[in-house]
């Protein structure tokens, strides 16, 4: 069972936005910063977001990441068919001193 | 380009062990945290273990501490995960993972990213 919780699925047609929203605790969402990352089936995973709201070189604006108090969120607007993957947050636990991640999310474009 | 090659993947009987690789290129390995994820079929990702940069540090996820050990050979550009008593459980692709900022002491509290992931090396624990 994730620390962190997503909604299994998110899905809308193409050119339209989703949000998938990440749930965690004062121990980690709260108190460290929030990576996002894109997995799609036999590959590994691409980093998305990192430091709540950074993106990586090469990463499109379609994607934004943001963090308030024990909840982040990630936008993808403008979406297109290659967005379908899953999707899952990650961050730092200070209790447990170990990495979490969410429980992931499945985008479906319509 | 940056490249990390997981090695030493296979199959083997619950209460066996086995030893992960990786092999890391393009960057200054002695420069940045790594970290094991993990995955088991059909379930989503499980972060595993770290090592600092210096390898001065090392965290686990409870349900591998004491039978999992994460080390580094800087001047090999080199990652390890030895794996002890390994459960059913254990089975999953693990991935080895690079840290996205240079010199992290302190994990997610100024910053957190893994930035460049491996392709994944398959462990398979048989009962």
């Known amino acids: 069972q994730s620390v962190l919780t997503q909604p299994p699925s998110v899905s809308a047609a193409p050119g339209q936005k989703v949000t998938i929203y990440c749930s965690g605790s004062?121990?980690?969402?709260?108190?460290?910063?929030v990576s996002w990352y894109q997995h799609l089936p036999g590959t590994g995973p691409k980093l998305l977001i990192y430091?709540?709201?950074k993106r990586p070189s090469g990463i499109p604006n379609r994607f934004s990441g943001s963090k308030s108090g024990t909840s982040a969120t990630l936008d993808i607007t403008g979406l297109q068919a290659g967005d379908e993957a899953d999707y899952y947050c990650?961050?730092?636990?200070?209790?447990?001193?170990?990495?979490?991640f969410g429980s992931g999310t499945k985008v479906t474009v319509l | 380009q940056v490249q990390l090659v997981e090695s030493g993947g296979g199959v083997v009987q619950s209460g066996g062990s086995l030893r992960l690789s990786c092999a890391a290129s393009?960057?200054?390995?002695?420069?940045?945290?790594m970290h094991w994820v993990r995955q088991v079929p059909g379930k989503g990702l499980e972060w595993a273990a770290l090592?600092?940069?210096?390898?001065?540090?090392?965290y686990y996820v409870d349900s591998v501490r004491g039978r999992f050990t994460i080390s580094r050979d800087n001047s090999k550009n080199t990652l390890y995960l030895q794996m002890n008593s390994l459960r059913v459980e254990d089975t999953a692709v693990y991935y080895c993972?690079?840290?996205?900022?240079?010199?992290?002491?302190?994990?997610?509290?100024?910053?957190?990213?893994?930035?460049?992931w491996g392709q994944g090396t398959t462990v398979t624990v048989s009962s």
């Open positions: 993972v690079k840290d996205k900022h240079e010199r992290v002491e302190v994990p997610g509290h100024f910053s957190y990213g893994m930035d460049v």
């Open positions: 393009g960057f200054t390995f002695s420069d940045y945290g």
């Open positions: 090592v600092l940069f210096d390898g001065s540090n090392k």
């Open positions: 004062r121990s980690d969402i709260r108190n460290n910063y």
């Open positions: 430091d709540n709201d």
């Open positions: 990650g961050t730092w636990h200070s209790s447990l001193s170990a990495g979490v």
